[in-house]
C-alpha cells in the first residue's frame, strides 16, 4: 500500500524520455556492445503504453492501438537514427498480458509489423508481466507459438524464449523452423555451462575456455 502511484507522463517527460534512450543507444555503441534490445515487455515503460490495461490516457499517445504503440514507435525510430545499420537491433515485446482485454498477439502482429517498417532486425517473443493477476500456463516452451506466428505472419526473425532447458528442445525449436534463435535465462543461471553440455549432447565441437579445458570429456 506504500507504493507510488504512477502520474501520466506529460510532453516535456516523453520527450526527455526519448532523449534518454537514444543516449543509452550512444553509450552502449561507444561501449562496444554489437547488438542492442530494446524492452517493451514484462510491465516496463513502453509496456505499459501498448497495453490498454495500463494506458488510461486520453491524448494522442492512448486510446487506439496506433495511438498506444506511438511512443515506443517513436523511440525506436530514434534509435535506430542513431546505431549503426549493419548492427542488429532487437526488441522484447511481451506477446499476451495473458488477461482478457489486455494486450494480445494480434496486437504484438500489428506491432511487430510497423516495428519491422523501421528497421527492427529481431523479435522477440516473450509474454506477461503486465497485471499480478494473469493466469499463466507455464510449461516448457510456452512461449514459442508467439515466436512462430510472429515469424510467419510477419516475415521477421524471432527469438523463443521461456522455460527452454534441454538440448533437444531448444534444436527442435530451431530446426522446425519455429523461431530463428532460442534465448535461455533461468536455465543459465542453474547451469552457466548449458551451451558446452548442449554442444557435447547435439554432437557439436566447441572450443572450451582454456582454464577448464582439463575438464573437457575426450572421445
Known sequence: HSHTVPHAMDAQNLEKVRRDFVAAARRAL?????????HMAHGYLLHSFLSPISNQRTDEYGGSLENRMRLPLEITAAVRAVWPEDLPLWVRISATDWVRGGWDLEQSVVLSKALKDRSVDVIDCSSGGMTPDAVIPAGPGFQTPFASAIRQEVGIPTVAVGLIT???QAEHILVTEQADAVALARELLRNPYWPLHAARELGVELAWPVQYDRAKARP
Do not use: I, P, R, T
Open 166 to 168: 534441454e538440448a533437444m
Open 30 to 38: 561507444a561501449a562496444g556492445f554489437e547488438v542492442l534490445e530494446l
